[in-house]
């Protein structure tokens, strides 16, 4: 492959909304171009390298073939040619625009050119409108009649583009040439449909939520991110979820474990009619023996607030402080010789019912004749 320039003109250009510049432009010709013999031939492999100018044809299957018009779509407008090929590691440093797209006009390949750089635009609008392509192309060196019958010592074959350059001078002619005659901005499909690659049918395909064209590699990865992101959340969800109710159920059995224990000492801890009547017993003892002390009982007082009462009555000061089982000994010591006035709780006393009907008898006769008794002196 050799490395070429080649020459036109812009045609009219307009300006967009946004401050670019579109324009189509005749990007090449069918015929000869004049190249130095040192730039097809420098090995001098040819025997052209010192030839000065040399003719080399471009014919109609070269400039119109499908493949080489579809290789300058998409690369980068440059403001004139750079000392290097462009591509992604120097784009952003050579870039004015892009190619938008090819078509044919006649016997010349036209592009579709959208300049977005505020001085390039500025320099098209100042003058500077020819066009120079920057291409790759494969020489076949031979003898070849070009239009007219003009000799030429090679003719380009499978080009393949890399950018295209706004020039001062260009080589194509003043046929390639910006005019303010004709202003086609806008791609005929028609037209380009030979050239210009149709566009590859979409494929809808849902993931997820969203949907997105099959044939887009990059749609296709955000979309599929996404879903991931959105599975992650609802599996760390569910996840969360079984540790909550693995922790309710843990503290279910736990709470049942102490309802079952409580329920149990409640149980052993009710008191039996015996252990009741016990309880009542002693309570009363200790109320009996107390009040033999000359301690006065209350309906609000416990067994150890009663037997504290009678060792504070007794002992003084020197009570102050003691535990219960202390109060209990002392109280016990006080209480040594004093028999309780209340009878033991047992089983119930039987009676002579014949002397208790008598005896009733008796107190209501005496009842009836009280009157008696109570009459003044004077009156008897």
Same mark, same amino acid.
């Given at each position: 492959?050799?490395?070429?320039?080649? =020459?036109?003109?812009?045609?009219?250009?307009?300006?967009?909304?946004?401050?670019?510049?579109?324009?189509?432009?005749?990007?090449?010709?069918?015929?000869?171009?004049?190249?130095?013999?040192?730039?097809?031939?420098?090995?001098?492999? =040819?025997?052209?390298?010192?030839?000065?100018?040399?003719?080399?044809?471009?014919?109609?299957?070269?400039?119109?073939?499908? $493949?080489?018009?579809?290789?300058?779509?998409?690369?980068?407008?440059?403001?004139?040619?750079?000392?290097?090929?462009?591509?992604?590691?120097?784009?952003?440093? =050579?870039?004015?625009?892009?190619?938008?797209?090819?078509?044919?006009? $006649?016997?010349?390949?036209?592009?579709?050119?959208?300049?977005?750089?505020?001085?390039?635009?500025?320099?098209?609008?100042?003058?500077?409108?020819?066009?120079?392509?920057?291409?790759?192309?494969?020489?076949?060196?031979?003898?070849?009649?070009?239009?007219?019958?003009?000799?030429?010592?090679?003719?380009?074959?499978?080009?393949?583009?890399? =950018?295209?350059?706004?020039?001062?001078?260009?080589?194509?002619?003043?046929?390639?040439?910006?005019?303010?005659?004709?202003?086609?901005?806008?791609?005929?499909?028609?037209?380009?449909?030979?050239?210009?690659?149709?566009?590859?049918?979409?494929? $809808?395909?849902?993931?997820?939520?969203?949907?997105?064209?099959?044939?887009?590699?990059?749609?296709?990865?955000?979309?599929?991110?996404?879903?991931?992101?959105?599975?992650?959340?609802?599996?760390?969800?569910?996840?969360?979820?079984?540790?909550?109710?693995?922790?309710?159920?843990?503290?279910?059995?736990?709470?049942?474990?102490?309802?079952?224990?409580?329920?149990?000492?409640?149980?052993?801890? $009710?008191?039996?009619?015996?252990?009741?009547?016990?309880?009542?017993?002693?309570?009363?003892?200790?109320?009996?023996?107390?009040?033999?002390?000359?301690?006065?009982?209350?309906?609000?007082?416990?067994?150890?607030?009663?037997?504290?009462?009678?060792?504070?009555?007794?002992?003084?000061?020197?009570?102050?402080?003691?535990?219960?089982?202390?109060?209990?000994?002392?109280?016990?010591?006080?209480?040594?010789?004093?028999?309780?006035?209340?009878?033991?709780?047992?089983?119930?006393?039987?009676?002579?019912?014949?002397?208790?009907?008598?005896?009733?008898?008796?107190?209501?006769?005496?009842?009836?004749?009280?009157?008696?008794?109570?009459?003044?002196?004077?009156?008897?």
């Amino acid at each position: 492959m050799v490395q070429f320039a080649d =020459h036109l003109t812009l045609d009219a250009p307009t300006r967009t909304r946004d401050g670019y510049m579109a324009v189509r432009a005749k990007a090449a010709r069918v015929g000869t171009y004049q190249y130095l013999g040192s730039e097809i031939d420098p090995e001098n492999k =040819h025997g052209l390298r010192d030839a000065g100018l040399v003719n080399v044809l471009r014919d109609e299957a070269a400039v119109f073939d499908a $493949k080489s018009a579809h290789s300058f779509i998409g690369k980068p407008i440059t403001d004139n040619h750079p000392s290097v090929a462009v591509n992604a590691a120097n784009w952003r440093d =050579h870039a004015r625009g892009v190619v938008m797209g090819a078509m044919r006009d $006649k016997d010349h390949l036209a592009f579709d050119l959208m300049l977005t750089d505020a001085a390039t635009i500025d320099a098209v609008e100042k003058g500077k409108r020819e066009l120079s392509n920057g291409y790759e192309a494969e020489l076949q060196f031979g003898d070849f009649d070009g239009p007219g019958g003009v000799k030429c010592v090679a003719k380009q074959v499978a080009i393949k583009g890399n =950018h295209v350059a706004i020039v001062d001078k260009g080589r194509a002619g003043p046929s390639c040439a910006i005019t303010d005659s004709v202003a086609v901005c806008d791609a005929n499909p028609a037209a380009l449909a030979d050239l210009t690659p149709r566009e590859t049918p979409t494929m $809808k395909i849902k993931i997820g939520d969203a949907e997105v064209d099959a044939t887009n590699g990059e749609a296709v990865r955000i979309a599929v991110d996404g879903l991931n992101t959105k599975l992650t959340a609802l599996d760390k969800r569910a996840t969360d979820a079984e540790t909550q109710v693995a922790t309710l159920t843990t503290d279910k059995a736990t709470l049942d474990a102490k309802v079952t224990t409580l329920e149990k000492q409640v149980a052993d801890a $009710k008191l039996t009619p015996a252990q009741l009547r016990d309880a009542a017993k002693a309570y009363a003892q200790v109320c009996d023996k107390a009040q033999a002390l000359g301690i006065t009982v209350t309906d609000d007082m416990d067994e150890p607030a009663i037997m504290q009462a009678a060792v504070a009555a007794k002992i003084g000061d020197a009570a102050k402080g003691w535990n219960d089982t202390q109060i209990a000994a002392s109280f016990a010591t006080l209480t040594a010789d004093i028999k309780p006035a209340v009878k033991p709780i047992g089983a119930p006393q039987m009676q002579d019912a014949t002397g208790a009907e008598a005896k009733a008898l008796n107190d209501s006769i005496s009842n009836l004749n009280a009157w008696r008794d109570q009459r003044p002196a004077a009156a008897a």
